[in-house]
């Protein structure tokens, strides 16, 4: 198994950063540490995966081992987490201290109790068994002790304990994503504490990270239509809400064309907004268009995902937002205005005759009926 990641990382990583290992490794036998990759980057490596990020566990504190390895030029430190991310021959990498953390409240970020724990006790508070896997810079062993080789193997999803889910629920969001690229499914053990979470979900609200929520539903979100039905046809929404506007992702991707912005964007904000429907005066075109110019692109898609107004929707946005004028303020008071609040009131005036007019106007024709209609 040694020389097979050996060769593998080999394979992996160009020369420059086989040197930085070695140096690192210099580094750590200096200080009486051990380092590891550990969870994604080692599941990557074993299912032949492309590798991103080169992120390293210090079993020992990662500030104390940066702050004394001469190659390691620290950027930033986060001291309550005890990791740090530093520029190490041209490349950043992160550095993370073995840990032990327990959550206060169900979804609500962990807090660390301890740094520079052994690495069997930093592994036990990751999500499931196939990133709980580490591999020693030292010798390329690997270190397994959940069976995570196994499960990755057999494309299982377990756990590591039967609160995982209580601690952080968006652990079943992130073993979604994985069914979904992989075709990984949960084990019958996981299964059983998934279903008893998701039955006590209202009950274990009140701490949930949504920040959590969002940036695990960026990723996941990347997976389509798959991955909405999916949070919807399995309850997962449960996680952060009762109850969900089941919104077609078909209109999702309807919205996403026509107004030119992310369908994945569109589709987390449905599972994690309820929307007022806005007022739309429809008196006169010029007072539709007042009505929705104050909205962005995206918010207009908004209001379509959830049905409000479409046709005036429609017609704003492919006839009226576009609309402009050939004159500016400037061009009025070359024509003798006076400066203030007239040239706003006048420039206002034109606009509305020109959509409610529906005639395109040319600029002498602009000026023209400015003057008619307008004292200097």
């Known amino acids: 198994m040694k020389n097979n990641f050996k060769n593998i990382i080999a394979s992996k990583f160009n020369s ?60 930033s430190i986060h001291k309550d987490f005890g990791t740090v991310k530093a520029r190490v021959g041209g490349y950043d990498i992160d550095f993370a201290s073995t840990r032990r953390e327990h959550y206060p409240q169900s979804g609500c970020l962990p807090v660390v109790t301890e740094i520079g724990v052994p690495l069997e006790i930093d592994v036990k508070r990751r999500d499931f068994t196939i990133n709980a896997i580490a591999l020693s810079l030292s010798d390329f062993e690997l270190v397994d002790y959940y069976n995570g080789v196994s499960d990755i193997q057999n494309k299982k999803l377990k756990i590591l304990h039967e609160d995982s889910f209580i601690d952080d629920p968006t652990r079943i ?40 929520v969002e940036l695990t539903l960026d990723k996941l979100l990347q997976q389509g239509e798959p991955a ?45 907004n ?25 918010e207009l898609a908004t209001f379509y995902i959830f049905g409000f107004h479409n046709d005036l929707l ?20 070359s024509l003798g205005f006076e400066q203030g609040k007239l040239i706003g009131d006048v420039l206002d005036n034109l606009l509305r005759y020109r959509i409610n007019s529906k005639i395109q106007l040319t600029k002498d024709e602009e000026i023209s009926y400015i003057l008619e209609n307008f004292k200097k």
């Not at 690229?181 to 609200?205: I, V």
């Not at 929307?275 to 009505?291: C, M, Q, V």
């Open 228 to 272: 909405y039905t999916s949070i919807l046809s399995k309850s997962y929404y449960k996680i952060f809400k009762d109850a969900v506007s089941k919104i077609l992702y078909s209109t999702i991707e309807d919205a996403s064309k026509i107004f030119g912005v992310s369908a994945s964007k569109l589709a987390k904000f449905a599972l994690l």
């Open 314 to 333: 429609l017609k704003y946005f492919n006839s009226l937002k576009d609309i402009s004028l050939n004159l500016s303020g400037a061009d009025l008071i």
């Open 274 to 298: 309820n929307l007022l429907e806005p007022y739309i005066d429809t008196s006169s075109d010029y007072n539709l268009y007042l009505s929705l110019k104050k909205y962005s692109d995206f």
């Open 16 to 75: 420059d950063i086989l040197h930085l290992i070695s140096e690192l490794n210099i580094c750590a036998q200096k200080t009486s540490v051990r380092l590891y990759f550990v969870g994604g980057l080692v599941r990557d490596l074993i299912m032949g995966s492309d590798i991103s990020d080169i992120d390293i566990l210090v079993e020992g504190s990662a500030i104390d081992f940066c702050s004394d390895c001469d190659i390691c030029e620290i950027l």
């Open 173 to 212: 969001l992130r073993g979604l994503d994985f069914e979904l690229r992989f075709g990984f499914e949960f084990d019958n053990f996981t299964k059983t504490a998934l279903k008893s979470y998701l039955a006590d979900a209202q009950n274990l609200r009140d701490g949930l990270s949504i920040s959590r």
